[in-house]
DNA sequence: AGTTCAACCTTCACGC
DNA sequence: TGCGTGAA
DNA sequence: GTTGAAC
C-alpha cells in the first residue's frame, strides 16, 4: 500500500498545471452537468471567462478552485464515475465530456468528464473559504482541519453503527461504501459495531485504514472501479486496485482464509470477512 | 426521528 | 445476434 | 454518491 501523502499528487497535479490561468473559454457539452444554482449553460461560461484561477482545493470527492475576482469558486463533485482531467488541448473530446475548459496560456484543457451525470460542476460562492453547497460536509481525513479528537468525540456520541456512522458525510467525508467496507477490514471491525463501543486505539486504527484505501484510490485518480473509469492519466485503475473484500464473496480472506461474505446493508452491498469481522453480540 | 428506498443517468456484463 | 436484467 | 420522499 502506498504512504502518505497521495492526496497531495492530485492536489499537486492540479495545482501545478491550473493556478495562476485565466479561463479563456468554457464549453458545456452537457445541460445537466452544471445543473443546480446556475440559470444556465451561457451565463455559466460567460461568468467563467476571464477570470483567474487562484488555488486547487480538495475535499472527500469533490475538488474546487478558487477564482479571482469575488469570493467564488469552480465547484466539482466527482460523484461515482466524475472525472476533472488536466489534458492538452488537442486531445480529441473524451466520449463523455461534459465541460471543457479553455485557458489563455493555450496550455492544457481542465476536462469535467462523467460517464453517469451524477457528478456536476458549479460556480458557487466561498464561506470560510469552503464552497456554500458543500458548508455540511465534514472534512476528509487527508485535510489538515482533520481533527481527529474531534472525531473520535462525536462518533462515540452517535450511538449508531459505525458503517452507517462512516458514510455520513456530515461526520467525516470521502468514505464511500467500497472505502467503509475495505477500511472495517482493515481494523478488523463488523459494519454492525455500537460506535458507543469503540476505544480510542480502535479507532485510531480505523481511520488509518481510511486513509489507506483512501490513498490508494486517490492516486488512481478518485472513483475508478469498472474498467472503464479511468484516473487522471487516463489509464485504468483497474488492474492495479488492490481490494480485499468489496465485490470478492465467496472468495478466501487474504488473513486467514475463510470465504468473504456478502451481506445486504442500507440498501446496498456489504462484504466482510466472517472471522475476522466478528458480528458484536 | 430514524431508517429504507427509489431516483438521478449511462454503460457494460451476464444469461437466455 | 439480441434483448432484458442487474450492477457500477 | 447524494437527495428527498415514504414508511
Redesign the pocket.
Known amino acids: 500500500m502506498p504512504e502518505l501523502p497521495e492526496v497531495e499528487v492530485v492536489r499537486r497535479g492540479l495545482a501545478q498545471w491550473v493556478v495562476g490561468r485565466e479561463i479563456a473559454d468554457a464549453e458545456v457539452l452537457h445541460p ?1 452537468a452544471i445543473r443546480r444554482h446556475l440559470p444556465g449553460a451561457d451565463e455559466f461560461a460567460a461568468r467563467l471567462k476571464g477570470r483567474t484561477v487562484l488555488s486547487a482545493e480538495r475535499r ?3 475538488l474546487w478552485l478558487p477564482l479571482s475576482g469575488a469570493e467564488e469558486a469552480l465547484l466539482a ?5 466524475g472525472q476533472l482531467l488536466v489534458v492538452d488541448p488537442q486531445t480529441p473530446p473524451e ?2 465530456l461534459r465541460v471543457r475548459l479553455r485557458f489563455e496560456d493555450g496550455g492544457p484543457d481542465l476536462r469535467f468528464v462523467d ?4 457528478g456536476h460542476v458549479m460556480l458557487t460562492p466561498l464561506v470560510h473559504g469552503v464552497p456554500e ?2 458548508a ?2 465534514a472534512p476528509d481525513p487527508f485535510e489538515e482541519s482533520f481533527d481527529e479528537a474531534e472525531f473520535t468525540r462525536r462518533l462515540r456520541a452517535r450511538h ?2 459505525i458503517k ?1 456512522a462512516l ?1 455520513d ?1 456530515s461526520l467525516i ?7 467503509a467496507d475495505e477500511a472495517l477490514w482493515i481494523a478488523r471491525l463488523h459494519w454492525a459495531r455500537p460506535t458507543e463501543t469503540l476505544t480510542r486505539p480502535k479507532i485510531v486504527e480505523l481511520l488509518a485504514g481510511v486513509r489507506t484505501v483512501m490513498g490508494a484510490a486517490l492516486l488512481q485518480g478518485g ?1 475508478s ?4 473509469y479511468v484516473n487522471v492519466n487516463g489509464e485504468s485503475g483497474y488492474f492495479d486496485r488492490s481490494l480485499e473484500v ?2 470478492r464473496r465467496d472468495l478466501p480472506c487474504s488473513r486467514c482464509g475463510t470465504p468473504i461474505r456478502r451481506e ?6 456489504s462484504y466482510s470477512c466472517p472471522k475476522c469481522q466478528r458480528k458484536p453480540r
Open positions: 445537466r472527500g470527492k469533490y463533485h466527482l460523484g461515482m464515475s466520449r463523455h460517464q453517469r451525470t451524477f453547497p458543500i455540511h460536509i449508531t453503527e452507517r458514510l458525510q467525508s470521502g468514505v464511500g461504501n467500497i472505502y472513483t472501479f469498472d474498467a472503464l468489496y465485490g445486504a446493508f442500507m440498501n446496498r452491498s
